[in-house]
């Protein structure tokens, strides 16, 4: 096994637990020095807890690596600067940002309570932002650094999951123009969209599909070897790993030497671009059957 992170400093937020925990776990088995962040809550973002955190430290140390815990939020933004400032205090530098934390609430869009909106798009998309933004001026000084930050194919659309799949997207495109941003200080950001049985999954997912089967990659990302990949997204799940077309082709056009009128497009539209879709048929945009009985 090579040390591909020997020495290096990494903060996963998220670590408690899932996909999180076994990234942080991975990482500390590849050398790196780890913050485990999590807060303890629910998959549904109530109660705290410092238990899952330090558990995935006593994990780590006991098998022989090296960590310690982070209790701050990344929702709030002096928990998310307190995190980075914790990495810098206690191991002198930071290499490897994972933003993996996250909360799941789900809800048709027209029973979406403003309160439930904000604690899931402040806990994804302001947490990635929030730690993000303070990593990166760590990472701009250094002239290294690596940012992972986890999205999902629910942005693509998925009933009942309207929170989710904006936060989701929104952590996309941010951290496409992170990438472009921070190129040039040395610094890579990619994107993974990952699918592993979790306890606040909004599908049911291939029952061998673990969390232990994101972390080689997301180590991989997190290496030096990784430094030319950049603004990438991918999605990987048991014993699969893709990568999406940048940017997402368009697959059919109409043209004509001038403007479109409605009339004309009333009649040209059904018979070309949309043909055969219906209002409640809309396409598959998982990579499998979904189950939403479970």
Same mark, same amino acid.
């Given at each position: 096994?090579?040390?591909?992170?020997?020495?290096?400093?990494?903060?996963?937020?998220?670590?408690?637990?899932?996909?999180?925990?076994?990234?942080?776990?991975?990482?500390?088995?590849?050398?790196?020095?780890?913050?485990?962040?999590?807060?303890?809550?629910?998959?549904?973002? #109530?109660?705290?807890?410092?238990?899952?955190?330090?558990?995935?430290?006593?994990?780590? #140390?006991?098998?022989?690596?090296?960590?310690?815990?982070?209790?701050?939020?990344?929702? !709030?933004?002096?928990?998310?600067?307190?995190? &980075?400032?914790?990495?810098?205090?206690?191991?002198?530098?930071?290499?490897?940002?994972?933003?993996?934390?996250? #909360?799941?609430?789900?809800?048709?869009?027209?029973? &979406?309570?403003?309160?439930?909106?904000?604690?899931?798009?402040?806990?994804?998309?302001?947490?990635?932002?929030?730690?993000?933004?303070?990593?990166?001026?760590?990472?701009?000084?250094?002239?290294?650094?690596?940012?992972?930050?986890?999205?999902?194919?629910?942005?693509?659309?998925?009933?009942?999951?309207?929170?989710?799949?904006?936060?989701?997207?929104?952590?996309?495109?941010?951290?496409?123009?992170?990438?472009?941003?921070?190129?040039?200080?040395?610094?890579?950001?990619?994107?993974?969209?990952?699918?592993?049985?979790?306890? *606040?999954?909004?599908?049911?997912?291939?029952?061998? !599909?673990?969390?232990?089967?994101?972390?080689?990659?997301?180590?991989?990302?997190?290496?030096?070897?990784?430094?030319?990949?950049?603004?990438? &997204?991918?999605?990987?799940?048991?014993?699969?790993?893709?990568?999406?077309?940048?940017?997402?082709?368009?697959?059919?056009?109409?043209?004509?030497?001038?403007?479109?009128?409605?009339?004309?497009?009333?009649?040209?539209?059904?018979?070309?671009?949309?043909? *055969?879709?219906?209002?409640?048929?809309?396409?598959?945009?998982?990579?499998?059957?979904?189950?939403?009985? !479970?």
């Amino acid at each position: 096994m090579e040390d591909l992170l020997k020495d290096r400093v990494a903060v996963v937020t998220g670590a408690g637990g899932g996909i999180g925990k076994a990234e942080a776990l991975e990482l500390a088995a590849r050398g790196a020095k780890v913050i485990v962040n999590d807060i303890g809550t629910s998959h549904d973002g #109530i109660g705290i807890s410092e238990d899952p955190a330090d558990m995935t430290v006593e994990e780590i #140390i006991q098998a022989g690596g090296t960590a310690i815990a982070s209790h701050d939020s990344v929702a !709030d933004e002096r928990g998310a600067n307190a995190i &980075i400032r914790f990495a810098m205090e206690t191991f002198g530098r930071l290499d490897v940002l994972i933003n993996n934390a996250g #909360i799941l609430r789900t809800s048709p869009v027209y029973d &979406i309570e403003t309160t439930d909106f904000d604690a899931v798009i402040k806990t994804h998309l302001y947490g990635t932002f929030y730690c993000t933004r303070a990593a990166c001026e760590v990472m701009k000084e250094e002239g290294y650094g690596r940012i992972v930050c986890t999205s999902s194919h629910t942005g693509f659309g998925l009933e009942n999951q309207a929170m989710y799949s904006a936060a989701k997207e929104g952590i996309t495109g941010f951290a496409r123009t992170v990438a472009r941003d921070m190129a040039k200080f040395g610094v890579t950001c990619n994107i993974i969209r990952p699918i592993a049985l979790w306890r *606040g999954r909004p599908f049911k997912a291939l029952e061998h !599909d673990l969390p232990e089967d994101i972390a080689p990659l997301v180590v991989y990302l997190a290496s030096e070897s990784a430094g030319d990949i950049n603004g990438c &997204i991918f999605e990987v799940w048991h014993g699969h790993v893709g990568i999406f077309t940048e940017p997402p082709p368009v697959q059919q056009i109409l043209w004509k030497d001038g403007r479109w009128t409605p009339e004309e497009l009333k009649k040209l539209m059904p018979e070309t671009l949309t043909k *055969g879709r219906t209002r409640e048929d809309l396409p598959q945009t998982m990579p499998f059957m979904l189950n939403n009985s !479970d």
